[in-house]
């Protein structure tokens, strides 16, 4: 396997802006660093999820993504819809910072799991990168599990960003709300394209 542009392939599509590094800094903002790691969690639990089904069934996707990938499309353009909306709902209502870490879990599951980008990642991985070079099932998971660790900790950067510029963000909150849902709406187009 050539490290240097497998490294390249992680760096770039973990951490370029996405539906849950754009959340991660949002929710971080919203509530603070701290109490944002359930969200957090629920994009690791996701990111696992996702990691072991797509080792598991590599060959099988392969068969199935053409058929299956424009649902998942759907479902995750309109989750990034809501997403949208909920962000100009929650600068208009000032909406309690009080939900449940169980909401924010499953709030950050549901992004990742509908997330054609975190898929795409973790299918390319292992198809262009892992597979053919590792005939060994726990090398394959470990790298796997590499691929979690990488988007896991691009989804805290985003975070820690979220809760250092939260002053500045609460300062120009509409700009910033409006730069968050067009960015949004930009993963949306890169969804179709």
């Keep these: 396997m050539n490290l240097i542009a497998f490294l390249s392939y992680v760096v770039i599509l973990a951490f370029t802006p996405g539906p849950n590094n754009l959340m991660a800094l949002e929710e971080s903002k919203r509530l603070g660093f701290k109490r944002s790691f359930p969200f957090m969690e629920g994009l690791l639990a996701g990111f696992l999820v996702l990691a072991i089904i797509t ?27 809501y997403l949208i909306w909920g962000l100009f709902r929650k600068s208009s ?19 990742n799991l509908s997330n054609v980008k975190v898929m795409l990642y973790f299918l390319t991985g292992y198809i262009a990168f892992i597979l053919p070079a590792y005939e060994n099932i726990w090398i394959a998971l470990l790298l796997g599990l590499f691929l979690c660790f990488a988007g896991t900790c691009s989804n805290l950067l985003w ?35």
Excluded: C
Excluded at 57 to 81: A, H, N, W
Excluded at 93 to 111: D, P, V
Excluded at 161 to 170: E, P, Q, R, V
């Design 55 to 81: 080792l598991v069934f590599t060959d099988r996707l392969m068969t199935y993504i053409p058929s299956f990938e424009p649902y998942m499309k759907i479902v995750g353009s309109f989750y990034i819809f």
């Design 93 to 111: 209502e000032k909406e309690s910072t009080n939900q449940s870490n169980r909401q924010l879990f499953i709030s950050g599951l549901i992004l």
């Design 159 to 193: 975070a820690s960003f979220g809760s250092l510029f939260k002053n500045f963000f609460n300062h120009y909150e509409r700009a910033v709300t409006i730069a968050m849902a067009a960015l949004l709406f930009y993963s949306v187009i890169e969804i179709w394209s």
